[in-house]
């Protein structure tokens, strides 16, 4: 199965920031469902686990291209988990950044984007301008200087002109590699945030060594399947090739 490829402009925006939104990823029917699930639940565990529509996100068709393009062939899921915020709610400051040792890392070669540790977040509420949750400082992901930035910016204690907080609609996701300088600004608005972090690894390597548990989530998907094995070098079965 050949799968669509990132435009050439889409290359540029994410080489240049560490992220992009894509918007429109799910439509405001799976939203309605998704968001009807966890008004349900307890909201405890990995979402990959609540059912079978939270499950299918992990290769999604509208980001499968992406982790395919930037992560490699034989991507894995890493791990995944939820974000909920009311307003006044904080999480953590600025952290990440380029560090080997924590598989964060981005490379770019002869054409060929490839990332460590990288992030898709499914916006299950609308984050508009000034409303916090996830920030970050692009184009950090290449940056020589992961230990300048002061202490105060990282604690979101003083706003700077070069941390962003991106904007999405409900339904749109944010790749981002863990190799950016990012955090999560208090939440400020009315409405609940609701996020939904899934975290891909190239084949050959982790950052979570709790590996996901293919018993664990009942019927799978050939590709399903082969995002869920633990990592490996060698022999290992591509994701595109179904």
Known sequence: ??????TAEEKFVI?????????????????????????????????????????????????????????????RLDHDYAIFMDAGTSKGGLHGGPDVVGDHWYKYRDGTIRNGLSVMTFA???VNQGNGGFACIPGSHKTNMLRSVPGDVRQFKRDTHYVVQPTMNAGDV???????????????????????LYKYSPGHSAWNINY???????????????????????????????
């Open 1 to 6: 199965m050949r799968l669509s490829t990132l």
């Open 15 to 75: 080489d240049l920031q560490g992220y992009i939104v894509i918007p429109e990823v799910l439509t405001k029917s799976e939203v309605s469902q998704l968001n009807k699930y966890i008004d349900q639940s307890d909201r405890q565990g990995k979402p990959s686990l609540w059912g079978d529509q939270f499950k299918n996100l992990i290769d999604h068709p509208k980001i499968l291209p992406y982790l395919l393009e930037l992560l490699g062939p034989y991507v």
């Open 124 to 126: 299950l509420s609308d």
């Open 212 to 242: 996901p548990n293919e018993e664990s989530y009942g019927q799978l998907t050939e590709r399903q399947k082969r995002m869920l094995l633990p990592p490996s070098i060698g022999n290992r079965p591509r994701v595109d090739e179904l």
């Open 174 to 196: 944010l790749f981002f590699t863990e190799a950016l300088i990012h955090g999560t600004k208090p939440w400020t608005a009315n409405h609940e945030r609701r996020s939904l």
